[in-house]
């Protein structure tokens, strides 16, 4: 089954940062639109960021705008989340997913809403605390 691979997560304190990574060794990344995901317990998810495919165009949420910053280097079939300025309230696991041809998607919405998501990863976790 063709699968994505999140990693970077842990444990970091307020105002620390993170770099997630989102990276499959099974298919090519290049015509896949990025999106993060996370999910905190008791909360339903929620789009955090997304990439286009050629990485021109992006989208946040409001809660990581300024802190969080969304890459891609296609050459190394990964995409990633630089996450600074982290807060407790980032706490949650983080999920990477993939749109084919979703540019259109990202640029509408963070959450891909409406799309089609074709792959997964099993997600990382974050943990803000002091």
């Known amino acids: 089954q063709l699968q994505l691979v999140e990693s970077g997560g842990g444990l970091v304190q307020p105002g620390g940062s993170l770099r997630l990574s989102c990276a499959t060794s099974?298919?090519?990344?290049?015509?896949?639109?990025i999106g993060w995901f996370r999910q905190a317990p008791g909360k339903e998810r929620e789009g955090v960021s997304c990439?286009?495919?050629?990485?021109?165009?992006?989208n946040y949420d409001a809660s990581v705008k300024g802190r969080f910053t969304i890459s891609r280097d296609n050459a190394k079939n990964t995409v990633y989340l630089q996450m600074n300025s982290l807060k407790p309230e980032d706490t949650a696991t983080y999920y990477c997913?993939?749109?084919?041809?979703?540019?259109?998607?990202?640029?509408?919405?963070?959450?891909?809403?409406?799309?089609?998501?074709?792959?997964w990863g099993q997600g990382t976790q974050v943990t803000v605390s002091s």
């Open positions: 099974q298919f090519t990344l290049d015509n896949y639109a």
């Open positions: 997913a993939a749109d084919l041809f979703g540019d259109d998607d990202c640029a509408r919405s963070v959450n891909f809403e409406g799309a089609t998501i074709d792959y």
């Open positions: 990439i286009s495919t050629s990485g021109d165009i992006s």
